[in-house]
Nanobody
Framework: QVQLVESGGGLVQAGGSLRLSCAAS????????LGWYRQPPGKQRELVAI???????NYADSVKGRFTISRDNAKNTVYLQMNSLKPEDTAVYYC?????????WGQGTQVTVSS
């Protein structure tokens, strides 16, 4: 089971960009699904984006065309490039690693988008 550490969050104006990083303690190449989730204040955690071991991706409708999930297997790191940010993107963002045997979460990183 890998440990995950997110970084890159912060305060940004609407229309701006951030890149979140998720550093894993071990190899990510064989993990079935690596994903980003977010939890806005007062709301439940929701899917943002997933990248599978084969490279396919899935995005929430709310972020399609604005966010891009990617990975660097050599660095054991997953990224979330966030462009054209909106106030409704404000949330704690969590990295997730899902396999048949475990489901790991990072500690989260705060993203705040001002209007």
């Amino acid at each position: 089971q890998v440990q995950l550490v997110e970084s890159g969050g912060g305060l940004v104006q609407a229309g701006g960009s951030l890149r979140l990083s998720c550093a894993a303690s071990g190899s990510i190449s064989s993990i079935n699904a690596l994903g980003w989730y977010r939890q806005p204040p007062g709301k439940q955690r929701e899917l943002v984006a997933i990248i599978h071991s084969g490279g396919s991706t899935n995005y929430a409708d709310s972020v399609k065309g604005r966010f891009t999930i990617s990975r660097d297997n050599a660095k054991n790191t997953v990224y979330l490039q966030m462009n054209s940010l909106k106030p409704e993107d404000t949330a704690v963002y969590y990295c997730n690693a899902n396999t048949w045997s475990y489901n790991s979460w990072g500690q989260g990183t705060q993203v705040t988008v001002s209007s």
